[in-house]
């Protein structure tokens, strides 16, 4: 009996061999997706492509891009363009993409971002690459494309600096690509980016060690703060915060809950060193924050001098939407001015019923805002000093730049509206205009939506 195996000891001899290699497997399949699964990196590599040259040629470029509409038609857009040339300065370049999601000021001139990212300000064919799958993000020295995995959260798996103030020649000229999602490193989520430099959060898949991270292009890392953002997997993390750089600081805004309403819901950094300057906790923002329910906080803009936050209540009862891109809210928006140096409140206006948030300029203490109502836009100031002047504008989904003069630009789906010396000139328009950008002595239009033969951008002065 002492030569045989114990039958019940075999069985689970087996049974632990068995566990062991189930293990093994599993150990050694995360080992291999971390080696083998090819990295977002080559989803989001820059490739030179080439643009058809249009110069000043307006007709040429709206035939092109505009090829579902009628004759009559492409004449109203051309009317459209003359007109506003005379008000903004003759046309400089025009050039037609597949798409243009915005633009950018760079050290190589506007450039045109989305799928095709173009330098546009030139009357030559355009420098442009095929970016793949990113999202564009940025001005200044440096865009980013971004392998943004998940848009609700955030969440990055690459990124890739594309240099546009040291590239020789004018060219967009691709980095070096940071895989974030490497085993063993930090989750990465998209926050902001402006100057050439990028801002993102970074945690454990547990949410533990969340630091504020400021990249460059070149150098990496800059600095690294900590972030007191309570207990939550990363990804509910990313999703609850919203950032953005200003010249001088860096401001970040976090859900305001009533369970934990000692933690910060606002906070400013130095942008040069990452120092904590300031932090604000819901009691500070007891004017803005609903009674008894979680309240968004979202960082629009940040200048020099005022920052810009919107506050709302989250919805709770909202179904879960796979394709959200940020939380569901509810009620009644509220618009907070904060001092970017100081965490001091320098106003709070609750918008009307049935507003949305279309755009806002920040401009020394005072900020422009352009609310959507009904099926238009009202511009108004608010800050120090404020105008008490309210447009009402025939466009909507506004957006907005002040020229070198002082003009004010609104674009929208219906034409574009220039407001100066208290005056509003709207010149109507056949395609939505959906982009604008006012640097130095030009003006940058993107007029079209890319579900014909792409989007025509439209140079003024320079």
Do not use: K
């Not at 798996?157 to 590239?167: I, N």
């Not at 940071?178 to 926050?191: E, I, R, S």
């Not at 933690?263 to 500070?284: C, E, I, K, Q, S």
């Not at 618009?335 to 049935?354: H, K, N, S, Y």
């Amino acid at each position: 009996m002492g030569g045989h195996d114990d039958p019940m000891a075999a069985d689970r001899r087996t049974l632990v061999i068995a566990a062991v290699a189930m293990v093994a497997l599993i150990a050694i399949g995360v080992v291999s997706s971390a080696l083998f699964t090819a990295s977002a990196c080559e989803a989001i590599e820059p490739a030179p492509v080439e643009l058809t040259a249009y110069g000043t040629d307006v007709d040429g470029a709206l035939e092109q891009a505009f090829s579902d509409l009628d004759q009559p038609g492409r004449d109203r857009m051309a009317a459209t363009v003359e007109a506003l040339g005379g008000q903004l300065g003759p046309v400089s370049a025009v050039h037609v993409l597949p798409d243009a999601v915005g633009l950018a000021a760079t050290g190589i001139g506007v450039v045109a971002t989305g799928p095709t990212t173009a330098v546009v300000d030139g009357v030559g064919p355009a420098t442009a690459v095929d970016v793949g799958e990113a999202a564009v993000v940025g001005d200044g020295a440096a865009l980013y494309g971004l392998a943004l995995e998940n848009p609700l959260t955030g969440q990055v798996d690459a990124l890739q600096p594309v240099a546009t103030g040291t590239a020789e020649g004018g060219a967009l000229e691709g980095l070096t690509c940071q895989d974030t999602a490497t085993v063993g490193t930090p989750l990465a989520f998209h926050l902001g980016a402006g100057g050439g430099e990028l801002a993102l959060l970074r945690a454990d898949e547990d949410g533990e060690d969340a630091i504020l991270e400021l990249r460059d292009p070149v150098d990496g890392r800059v600095w690294a703060a900590p972030l007191e953002l309570g207990r939550a997997p990363a990804g509910v993390q990313g999703a609850r915060l919203t950032a953005d750089l200003g010249d001088d600081a860096v401001v970040t805004g976090y859900r305001a809950d009533p369970d934990a309403a000692g933690l910060p819901v606002l906070a400013g950094f130095d942008r040069a060193d990452g120092a904590a300057r300031w932090t604000l906790t819901r009691d500070h923002l007891d004017a803005a924050v609903s009674d008894d329910r979680p309240d968004r906080i979202e960082v629009v803009a940040v200048g020099s001098e005022l920052a810009v936050v919107e506050v709302q209540a989250e919805d709770l009862d909202a179904p879960r939407d796979p394709a959200a891109t940020e939380p569901a809210t509810t009620g009644p928006r509220t618009l907070v001015g904060v001092d970017p140096a100081t965490g001091e409140l320098r106003f709070v206006e609750e918008l009307a019923d049935g507003t949305d948030l279309a755009d806002v300029l920040v401009d020394g203490r005072r900020a422009l805002v352009a609310f959507g109502v009904d099926d238009g836009t009202r511009v108004v100031e608010l800050g120090e000093q404020a105008d008490d002047v309210r447009h009402e504008l025939a466009v909507a989904d506004a957006r907005l730049a002040r020229s070198d003069d002082g003009t004010v630009v609104v674009v929208g789906d219906r034409g574009v509206s220039l407001l100066a010396d208290g005056r509003v000139d709207t010149v109507a328009s056949e395609q939505p205009a959906t982009a604008v950008l006012a640097d130095e002595d030009t003006t940058t239009i993107v007029f079209g939506e890319p579900d014909g033969g792409g989007v025509v951008v439209v140079v003024f002065g320079g």
